[in-house]
C-alpha cells in the first residue's frame, strides 16, 4: 500500500476510534442523567434522615415555595398554610415543617433523584390532626374552636397521659423522649407556653391537667 494512502487510512481510522468514544460517552451520559446513583447526598431518603450524615435538617433550602403556594381556588388556603399558625415551633420554621412532619413514608417515593416524579411524602400521624379536631371542645368544635373532622380522639382530656402526649405534641421539636433535650426539666412548661417561648403558644389547647401530665413525666427521673 502506497504511504500516502497508508497515512490517509491510519487518519480515518483514529477519527472514528475517537468519534465512537464520544458516542459511547454521549450514550452513557444520556442514559443516566442526574446525580452520579452512587452518591449518597442523590438519595432523597437519606435527606429526610436524621441519622443520616446526609440528612438536610433546613427544610426551606428545597420547600420555602410551601409558605407562598396557592390552591387551584385561591378562596381555600391549602394545608400548609392554613395550618402553619396553629403548628408549634417558631412561625416558618424548620421547627413547624418537623411538628407535623415525622418521619419518611418508606412506602412512597424513590430513593434516587434522577428516578423521583415527585411523589415522596414525609409521615403525618393523624392523631395529631385528630388531637385538635377530634370530639373535645365546646359544642360542635374540637380543641380551641376547631372543625370537627375526626369522631374520636386518640387521647382524652379527662384521662391524660403524660408519655403519650410528650410523643404527640413535643417530640417534633424536642426529639424522641428517649433522648429528649428536656427530659428532666418538667418545670414552668404552662409558662413556656403562655410566653409563646420558642413557639410554644400553639399548645395552649393543653388542660390544666395535660400540661401536668406532661411535666410530670418530664421531670420523673
Not at 403548628?87 to 417515593?109: F, I, M, N, P, Y
Not at 382524652?156 to 424522641?176: M, R, W
Not at 427530659?183 to 400540661?211: H, P, S
Amino acid at each position: 500500500m502506497p504511504k500516502t494512502k497508508m497515512h490517509r487510512t491510519t487518519k480515518l481510522g483514529f477519527v472514528l476510534f475517537v468519534g465512537a468514544c464520544l458516542c459511547a460517552g454521549s450514550q452513557r451520559v444520556s442514559a443516566n442523567p442526574g446525580p452520579n446513583p452512587q452518591d449518597e447526598s442523590s438519595n432523597l431518603i437519606s435527606a429526610h434522615d436524621s441519622n443520616s450524615h446526609d440528612y438536610k435538617k433546613e427544610c426551606k433550602e428545597c420547600h420555602s415555595a410551601i409558605h407562598t403556594e396557592e390552591s387551584l381556588d385561591p378562596g381555600i388556603e391549602t394545608a400548609h398554610r392554613a395550618m402553619a399558625p396553629f403548628a408549634a415551633g417558631k412561625e416558618l420554621s424548620d421547627q413547624q415543617c418537623r411538628w407535623c412532619h415525622r418521619t419518611v413514608d418508606l412506602q412512597q417515593g424513590t430513593q434516587r433523584v434522577e428516578n423521583s416524579k415527585g411523589n415522596l411524602r414525609r409521615y403525618v400521624d393523624v392523631e395529631l390532626c385528630a388531637f385538635c379536631h377530634g370530639p373535645f371542645g365546646g359544642g360542635s368544635s374540637g380543641r380551641g374552636g376547631a372543625p370537627v373532622y375526626y369522631q374520636t380522639s386518640p387521647l382524652s382530656p379527662t384521662n391524660p397521659d403524660g408519655l403519650a402526649l410528650y410523643d404527640l405534641l413535643c417530640s417534633g421539636c424536642h426529639g424522641p423522649f428517649e433522648t429528649s433535650e428536656v427530659r428532666g426539666d418538667g418545670a414552668d412548661i404552662q409558662k413556656k407556653i403562655d410566653e409563646d417561648e420558642g413557639g410554644m403558644g400553639a399548645l395552649d389547647v393543653l388542660t390544666d391537667a395535660e400540661v401536668q401530665a406532661i411535666a410530670a413525666v418530664l421531670g420523673s427521673e
